[in-house]
């Protein structure tokens, strides 16, 4: 049986706009993972009269509710009593989440005074299974009641998010007598319509495993999910699925359930001892800033330099003043002037240089926004690639980041390192 | 009268978790501005069914109902039709749209293929108001119908929040007979609670202009607003308030409804015709890529160094390796060093240097995660902050690189460098 879920996001925050439901997104996509079906988010205020006409409607249309947010220790926080009272349940005091809650604020909250508010957190319906709160005080909760099974998970996204990975995935697999594992699958240099275009057989032909390609931080990505008995059955399943995907799509795969493209790029340079810097400018800093995100990068990621300004790329990387006189500061010669600059003043055996438009607006030569030279010098030779990224600034930027990274990972993986498609 | 809006946002991609719902809260954030409440957020996917039952609840409980997405040329863009049809408007071919549409598809999508189907975006609910679309090719519309009004915008956030802001917040601003006119206050080195403290009386005691806080990008933030036969009325309704606020916060109140902390400071550097560079170690090179990320920055942002390897600090920002040893690699000394190196690398006037720990674990020195040192060195000397900024490896780079915008800031505007408030 196919069940269908609905989230109700609770916080008046969410209504005046202070913060965005991301809760809602992470949420989803765990859903999508379990194979349960959604058809509807709702958010509502701080309101108890409101949450109630939203479960109501919940009720009429989905078997599993999930609530997000409302369960912390002011009056305004009622998410637990409505719902018990929707749904004819009794609140009881739970010893055991107190003691809980008592620990947490001694160890944790040691400037904060706990009040008997904080109390209220450990009143939770009868019959309930509890879910723990690793990162807070407020512990959430499932309970079934007439063929409804209704799910409450605090709102900060700190707590929601692991809270729900760590207790609520597990209570809703039990739903269903078989397991579902899924991976992504992560593409770097292929447009939506051509990877779609390559596996649309495939996708349409496959019923389980399912393949589907889904969209994320501007890739293309695709997921594929099994449902068997066991996790090994799953495995043993979707092998031969992503054997496929890897060979339509060749070395444009970067990565199985890696994070980001910087992710794997920091992989493969622990794990080949190579160091790498960059030289950027139209990016500003961005191969930097995502870089230096992943905890440990210290290692393998010197550093770099953000030779935003022309002058600059002669002081500080060494680009000769004729050399961009001659060529032009968007240029090849340029980007691998400054990837072999920030190389040798860094003393790191890989270096990545950046230029290019990122606009709104065109330099005086008159180059089109969007264009960017991305190059990287190694011990062995240097290499560049010639991009056209079109308009928006905050795109171009990315993309050309992106790039780069991929330059590297093409060089550490010994593939050609100036090829990609689009 | 107070108007009631609820915002419905079509998209499958939103219930798969593929996006984030941007646009509610962008939205939310403006009808608030307005002074128009907020109760209920729903998400549907592209299906005409429960898209017609979301809408039938929405109508029960909201006088304006806002829409994103589900605008677009596909067979799976089904809002305007299912609006329509909720509300009996026939949908008629408006061929000043059509045309608009062919213009957009041969200036800006020329390597596109304009379809029949793209024509589809011209059929309009009859007797609507239009609402261009300056991003994309589907237009918006509103419409009236029951003592309801309907509001269709597109779903990219591109599209979207541009077209809220230069028709949706006209139209709606007219079915109030007052002006609603409001103002950001920004404000670095206050913790909110202390906001309040301050403030709690004023904010108690005004109804007309209100002011109150919120929380956005982890600044506190207060928003002043009046209601008005004027907008000239309503600024000098709200003047005093501001003062009383600077009066009551002093120089913490960094600007009035500019960006960010990084737009303040671009303004103050072209007013002033300073210029600016930085030296990152633990921020990795955030203060660079929020520098660049504002067009225009480089005629006055000249630039950055990440040294986030400890010899870079001396191979590029020539910081003595004596120093080092001696100080600390995180130490007031070399924050110091690095600011005076970057600004002597670049030619700049201002450099500022940051080196600290940003966790998750701290180094070899033992150093408690979250110490960081923020230099500032100028032609009239140099100044330091020590700062405690806690756990958290993104709150404490986003914070360490605030610190270092405020510095400059403060610089800029005479005031001392090295204050600051918690």
Redesign the interface.
Known sequence: MTHTAEIISVGTE?????????D?????????ELGIN????????D?PE?LK??VA?AKS?ADIIITTGGLGPTCDDLTKQTLAEAFGKKLIFDEHEAQAIREYFEKRLRSHQMTDNNYQQALLPEGCVVFHNDNGTAPGCAFEAGGVHVLMLPGPPVECVPMFRACAMPYLRKLSELEIVSHNIHIFGLGESFVEDKLRDTMLRLQNPTLAP???SGEVRLRVTARAKSDSEAEAMMAPVIAEVRAKLGNCVYGIDTDTLENTVLGLLREKGVTL??A?SC???????R???L?G??EV?????????V??KT??LGVSAELIEEKGVVSREVALAMASGVRE???SNLGVGITGI????SDDSGTPVGTVFVALSAPEGTYARHLHLG????RVRISAANHALDMVRRYLTGLPVEEWEK
Not at 14 to 22: D, F, M, P, Y
């Open positions: 969410l209504l005046l706009g202070n913060i965005v439901n991301s809602a997104m992470d949420i989803s996509q765990m859903l999508s959604v058809y509807f988010h709702t958010v509502v205020g309101n409101r006409s939203a409607v249309r889904y969209a994320k810097a960059s950027e990016t500003g800093g961005l191969v930097s800033k870089m230096t995100d905890s990068a210290s990621y010197l550093g770099g330099a953000v030779t935003y300004a002058s600059s002081a500080i003043r860094f003393g990122a606009g709104p607006s308009q928006g600034r905050e």
